[in-house]
């Protein structure tokens, strides 16, 4: 042990996070209270896998070693820790032996602080954001793996093609060169492909002339993606966009390569997911439940892998999206006398927002063109209840008293739903106004004609109504976040908590109404958040917050469903707390706090400012 100045450590913990938060006094009490000690080079600092630490570590002068794998002592460090790098919380805050071990590198001098000390530091906003950013960080593979990237997914360069070349030219050169596409490049720069299906269409069934130039056929939605781009984002363009389909260029915008989803099936990063395309080409309904027992092990694959787990949601959403379209296709394929193509399915909810996991129902409502009549919607809403049933056999559920499309409420045709959706504008006190405004500006087409369903576009100006917005936001702010209900305190039940109702659907609910306030047409949380940020109702500081507290949530809601799946109980948004580790029990106390905090600005700001200056700039400091 060596003497060290309090001041002089009280200085440089006032310069490193967590601890700079703290103010002068906690600041000193911490430097009082601590040790300072020396080790030589490749001395012990410490093993936490033997032994539960008690004490969280600082780097003074000097580098640490850290390895936070107990089974790999033996290779490479997982980090190098520098002056003002924290180690050891981990252990301290579990109370068990979960590592690092830490070991040094030349001449080093740490900073020992009591749990005692310590754990408090830890627990205020500052120390939470810290925990959930190093528990992140943590998770994230030291190596990207092989396929990692889209450029070795590419297995031949494209055939590309002239604009004016003849179709018939151009299935040739398909034929000849057994290329399933063929790139059309024209001279802006933009890209179109065409694919076999195209050719049949316009050839074959359009009867059009085999001299017909390849820019009258090719297609220049298909999705495109740049060497270098992630894999893993790559396939989840393609699964959300459903293509056959992805076009992969240089950053010039030069066509480098064609991949199509059974490439990725080689990819250890996105094999699990190539599950998408087993899922589009199951045969029955009993393939479709069969392959769909595998999704629990694919999100958890893909965490462990390191994808973020906002993207394993958003994944999981366009798998949810694929097994839909899927059953659509299974039931109408039995009803001759019902058209597929009459109607648009809109996903509503989490699903719509891409924001579902293992426990979301799957909400839904249908926009049918004006042609239908009553009777045939009755019937309609017959099948639609045999795609719930397929879906049930694949392990999805729909409340059978929420927004699910074989009830009447949400089966309509788009000229009723543009009708309901002005009188919810005017009155949303009325006919549960509020509530089914907030479902429909969830909805996401994924079936259908996705110009169809006009009711979301009557909420487009709603920021215009003032009323409105006051009443929604009233509703918006009636879900407070909060750690236990008072159920539970008044009938001492086991200490669980609603992750769902007390903290996720706060945040959803603040989106929505600060994306209705701007005029944004976003549908994920996040993006709404951003999209409102810096408005006198929710600056920019709070809306960053939100953003952040919201990730930090979904990622411990997806953990905790997935080991709840692992055990073989049925996935649900209600979590054991003392199931919980010490740090997922302060990121969710933290979590709870910060959303309350805005919660209550809200309030605030809407009692004394006036409901047209809601959406201004926020005032400047």
């Not at 100045?5 to 967590?18: C, I, N, S, Y």
């Not at 997914?153 to 057994?178: C, F, G, K, Y």
């Not at 926009?367 to 209840?385: C, D, L, N, S």
Request: net charge neutral.
């Amino acid at each position: 042990m060596t003497c060290v100045d309090p001041a002089e450590l009280t200085a440089f913990l006032a310069k490193h996070p967590p601890f700079d938060s703290l103010g002068d006094a906690a600041l000193r009490a911490v430097a009082e209270g601590s040790r300072v000690d020396r080790f030589a080079d490749g001395e012990l600092v410490l093993d936490a896998f033997r032994d539960p630490s008690v004490e969280v570590f600082v780097v003074l002068e000097g580098r640490v070693r850290l390895w936070n794998d107990a089974d790999d002592r033996g290779g490479g460090p997982d980090e190098i820790v520098p002056p003002g790098g924290v180690f050891g919380f981990s252990a301290m805050l579990t109370e068990s032996s979960v590592g690092p071990r830490a070991v040094a590198v030349g001449e080093v001098r740490v900073a020992r602080i009591p749990s005692a000390l310590a754990g408090p530091v830890f627990t205020s906003r500052r120390g939470a954001r810290f925990l959930a950013g190093m528990v992140s960080a943590a998770r994230r593979p030291a190596v990207a793996p092989t396929y990692s990237t889209v450029d070795e997914l590419i297995i031949n360069p494209p055939l590309v093609v002239e604009p004016s070349t003849p179709v018939d030219e151009v299935a040739r050169l398909m034929t000849e060169r057994r290329a399933p596409c063929a790139v059309v490049q024209f001279p802006d720069g933009a890209l179109g492909l065409i694919t076999d299906s195209l050719l049949r269409t316009w050839v074959l069934v359009e009867g059009r002339p085999p001299s017909t130039p390849a820019q009258v056929v090719a297609d220049r939605s298909v999705p495109v993606t740049v060497l270098g781009d992630s894999a893993a984002e790559a396939l989840l363009l393609l699964l959300e966009r459903d293509a056959e389909f992805l076009l992969v260029t240089d950053r010039a915008g030069k066509p480098r390569g064609v991949i199509c989803p059974r490439d990725f099936a080689v990819s250890p990063t996105t094999a699990g997911v190539s599950l998408h395309e087993r899922l589009r080409r199951a045969g029955s309904v009993d393939d479709l439940a069969c392959h769909a027992k595998a999704i629990p092990a694919v999100l958890a694959d893909l965490l462990s892998r390191g994808l973020a787990s906002g993207r394993v949601i958003a994944v999981y959403s366009t798998v949810v999206d694929t097994l839909v379209r899927r059953a659509i296709g299974f039931v109408f394929a039995e009803r001759a006398d019902l058209s597929v193509d009459a109607f648009t399915w809109l996903s509503l909810g989490s699903n719509g927002r891409r924001e579902a996991v293992l426990s979301s129902d799957v909400d839904s409502a249908v926009a049918f063109q004006g042609a239908v009549t009553p009777a045939e919607i009755t019937r309609y809403r017959e099948a639609f209840g045999d795609v719930y049933g397929v879906l049930a056999r694949a392990g999805l559920s729909g409340d059978e008293h929420g927004a699910i499309a074989r009830h009447p409420l949400f089966a309509r045709t788009n000229d009723d739903w543009w009708a309901a959706g002005l009188e919810w504008r005017a009155a949303p006190e009325e006919h549960n106004g509020a509530m089914m405004t907030s479902l429909m500006v969830d909805g996401r087409p994924i079936h259908g004609d996705p110009g169809l369903p006009a009711v979301t576009r009557v909420f487009g100006d709603l920021r215009a109504s003032p009323g409105t917005m006051r009443l929604l936001l009233r509703e918006s702010l009636s879900k407070r976040a909060k750690s236990r209900s008072t159920r539970h305190l008044l009938t001492r039940q086991p200490d669980t908590f609603d992750i769902k109702a007390h903290a996720l659907l706060p945040i959803v609910n603040i989106a929505r109404w600060a994306a209705l306030s701007v005029g944004s047409a976003a549908l994920p949380t996040t993006e709404r958040l951003r999209a409102a940020a810096g408005s006198t109702m929710l600056p920019e500081e709070h809306a960053s917050t939100l953003v952040e507290v919201f990730g930090v949530l979904q990622r411990l809601r997806l953990r905790y469903q997935l080991m709840q799946q692992q055990a073989g109980d049925r996935p649900c948004d209600l979590i054991t707390m003392n199931r919980m580790s010490s740090i997922d029990r302060c990121l969710l106390s933290q979590a709870v706090r910060e959303i309350s905090s805005v919660q209550r600005r809200m309030d605030n700001v809407s009692r004394f400012v006036p409901a047209e200056g809601w959406a201004a700039p926020e005032p400047a400091r």
